[in-house]
């Protein structure tokens, strides 16, 4: 199956503090990631590729255009920021990973970066939360949302992390 990113650059950029000259390939596949890990987790297999198919085939309208718009967009634009942060820094070419340096500017910190993560993992838990919420007071909108079966992920309806514990 075809797979179609929810978010585009520029809502990244738009609802972010990310920098408008970073490079879209710096970042995008981390969009990839944020939704695969993320957002079909709230969503369920079903409703996820549902809504893939609707805007492959530009026939994202309705209840399903307002769930993106309004409810999955907000969370994926904070989660795909988590998965990003922690590699902002870094470019791996031929010659091995580099961090990269400003004249200009100071490197941050792995505290701050880690400050930076949280705050926006904080962000993106509040919005899945609202997603949650809508998804399941309106779930006879959305019949994707209640129809997995077997391997397929089922939605997970609690957003909250509560930190790794060993």
Known sequence: ????????RKDVVKFTAMNGNVDTDKFIQYVKIAQDIHI???LGTDLFEAIQA???DLDL??????????????CL???????YLPFAAYSISNKGVFKHGSENA??????EVDFLMEKERDTAQYYTDRLINHLSFNNSL????????NEDVHP?????????VL
């Open 77 to 83: 634009i904070h989660w795909a920021m988590v998965e």
């Open 61 to 74: 309208t309705g209840s399903y255009l307002t769930l993106v718009n309004d409810w999955i967009k907000p």
């Open 40 to 42: 079909q987790n709230y």
């Open 1 to 8: 199956m075809a797979e179609a990113l929810l978010i585009t």
């Open 106 to 111: 100071e490197n941050v910190s792995k505290e």
């Open 142 to 149: 959305y019949p994707e949302y209640n129809s997995n079966n």
């Open 54 to 56: 609707k805007i492959i």
């Open 156 to 164: 997970d309806k609690d957003a909250s992390f509560e930190g790794w």
